[in-house]
């Protein structure tokens, strides 16, 4: 009850930011994309690309940047929840009360993925529904991919709370970014077939691919789950399954650790 | 017997800056307990331990013989912070049920709860109004009626008066002495020394971290109670005469004196030395020192480095 209290507040305060909105508009960009935005005629070396394909890349470009809009506004709610709330002195007024510094951040991360969340769902589902007006079918690919997201705004949102207790809020969403980006370009040589014919990954690629959270395993994940190929032939989900709970606990632990020893 | 605050020697310090100096004292159960102190004193410092939003370098505190770190221990507090913070889009009735429910407050008494804050604090107009629109004086009846929710047995004022006009002041004053008489314990942090001493069962003075003086507000009184001479002819022998029993040195600012006596029998003796020495008495009462004035003359002697007084 107490951490719904917080969460309720939460979601209001997010609510009230204009930001959600305007990441909003942009990712329903994203969705008319793919109602069927014609790219028009893509050649290769020897071959026209034809339709279906193009709809995939379409279909692809509209996943990647719904899901990397969610991703900045999590993010960027993210960064505000916790040390707004300590820098306007509205935390040390909701700490007096009987309720535990993890229950606080609990009541304050829930809002920000439930909001995130809902961008993303929103968003899916009108995907789903332009995909039905286009083609008169319905799947399961596209609410299933964007299941897989939710996933990554959590693990992402947890790391922005996490770096806002080290970094100043404004740089923590850009902090965040940059991980996710090189998770994502890490990932590549791994997930994307064509590119594992020419490109080898040094050993500082491998490094990085082994040891950042996942972000864009998740995303490959995603992308093959709504092109219809098979997810987790490229991918190891137990691997990547056993990385998001390591980066979950160790975000939440390092979150509440220092948020206790946190003066206010 | 189970005291509400029991701090023991409690240290906090910022670095090199020591913001608390072995702080010990305890709070009576059902009573009203002053803790006044200059600004930088280190006042809401320990008002912030107490509630853990601060961790102490050393010592101990406990309310109702739980220890700060524990949750179960702010189940018994309300606190009222030095210029409260609220979401400013909550409305005033909303703001209270969040804090409700952060009590863990049962949902079908919630109402009621707020309803009763609501009555106490005059708000029940403004109940929908949003907190970032109301004056001063209202947002601060809002956190006091935030502070009484669920009937705390202590409760933490830090600065009430802020923002209240003086209908305000009397109503809280009177609000205080309401809770009081039924058991609840207040810790009221003011600057407000006329409120404190009207309030107040015992105060504590605190100064650059340290309790300089500690005890109830009679005893306070008491331990500054002087006789006041007005006298004309007075010069350095009758001084010197008087000094050989006298607490401490007459303090002279005209031809008033005031001077601490170690016995009240001793003022005939005042008189005395003063009219044989060809001085003229024109007035000579016994008067008790102010909470005020105790409190600036403490705290700068203190400043000064010759406070022989500790509690």
């Known amino acids: 009850m107490k951490i719904w209290a917080l969460t309720k507040i939460g979601l209001k305060e997010c609510l009230r930011q204009r930001v959600v909105y305007f990441i909003f508009l942009i990712s329903l960009l994203f969705v008319f994309m793919a109602k069927g935005c014609d790219i028009g005629t893509i050649k290769s070396e020897n071959l026209l690309i034809g339709k279906e394909a193009r709809q995939g890349i379409s279909f692809g470009i509209s996943f990647h940047g719904i899901v990397f809009w969610s991703i900045m506004l999590c993010g960027l709610l993210a960064s505000q929840a916790l040390t707004r709330d300590m820098d306007e002195g509205y935390a040390s007024a909701t700490l007096a009360r009987p309720l535990g510094r993890d229950a606080y951040i609990a009541g304050k991360l829930l809002p920000v993925i439930i909001i995130s969340t809902l961008n993303l769902t929103v968003l899916g589902w009108l995907f789903c529904w332009f995909f039905y007006r286009a083609t008169g079918g319905i799947t399961m690919q596209i609410p299933l991919s964007f299941f897989f997201m939710t996933l990554s705004l959590a693990l992402y949102g947890l790391m922005i709370f996490c770096l806002s207790l080290f970094i100043p809020r404004q740089l923590a969403p850009l902090a965040g970014i940059v991980v996710y980006m090189i998770s994502c370009w890490s990932s590549l040589p791994y997930s994307v077939e064509n590119l594992k014919i020419f490109w080898t990954p040094s050993v500082t690629v491998q490094r990085l691919h082994l040891l950042l959270p996942k972000f864009g395993d998740l995303q490959c994940i995603g992308a093959s789950i709504l092109s219809g190929q098979q997810p987790f032939d490229a991918v190891n989900p137990l691997a990547v399954a056993g990385n998001i709970a390591v980066y979950v606990s160790v975000f939440w632990y390092v979150t509440v650790w220092v948020f206790k020893r946190r003066e206010l | ?311």
């Open chain 2, 1 to 311: 017997m189970q005291f509400a605050i029991e701090a023991h020697s409690l240290v906090k310090k910022y670095g090199s800056i020591t913001a608390l100096d072995d702080i010990t004292l305890e709070v009576n159960r059902g009573e009203i307990f002053g803790f006044l102190g200059p600004n930088g004193a280190g006042k809401s410092t320990f008002v912030k331990i107490i509630l853990n939003l601060v961790r102490a370098t050393s010592g101990s505190v406990r309310i109702f013989g739980e220890p700060v770190t524990n949750v179960k221990a702010r189940e018994t507090i309300g606190f009222l912070p030095e210029n409260i913070r609220v979401y400013p889009f909550l409305s005033i009735e909303e703001f209270l049920r969040f804090h409700c429910e952060l009590i863990g407050i049962a949902s079908q008494n919630i109402k009621m709860a707020i309803d009763n804050c609501l009555c106490a604090m005059e708000l029940e107009s403004v109940r929908a109004q949003k907190i970032g629109t109301l004056s001063k004086g209202m947002l601060q009846r809002t956190g006091i009626a935030q502070a009484m929710l669920g009937n705390p047995e202590l409760l933490i004022f830090d600065e009430p008066t802020s923002g209240l006009d003086p209908i305000g002041f009397t109503e809280l004053r009177r609000l205080l002495l309401d809770m009081k008489a039924r058991g609840t314990t207040i810790f009221l942090n003011s600057h407000q020394l006329s409120e404190v001493e009207r309030t107040c069962d015992r105060v504590a003075i605190l100064n650059k971290g340290r309790i300089i003086k500690i005890g109830s507000r009679d005893d306070l009184s008491d331990r500054g109670k002087h006789l006041e001479v007005t006298a004309e002819g007075f010069t350095d022998s009758m001084a010197a005469a008087i000094n050989a029993f006298s607490q401490k040195n007459i303090e002279t600012e005209g031809n008033k004196l005031r001077i601490y006596l170690t016995s009240e029998k001793d003022s005939v003796n005042v008189h005395r030395i003063i009219v044989e020495a060809g001085g003229r008495v024109q007035s000579l009462a016994w008067k008790s020192e102010s909470l005020e004035e105790l409190f600036y003359r403490l705290v700068k002697n203190e400043d000064m480095g010759f406070n022989k007084d500790r509690p």
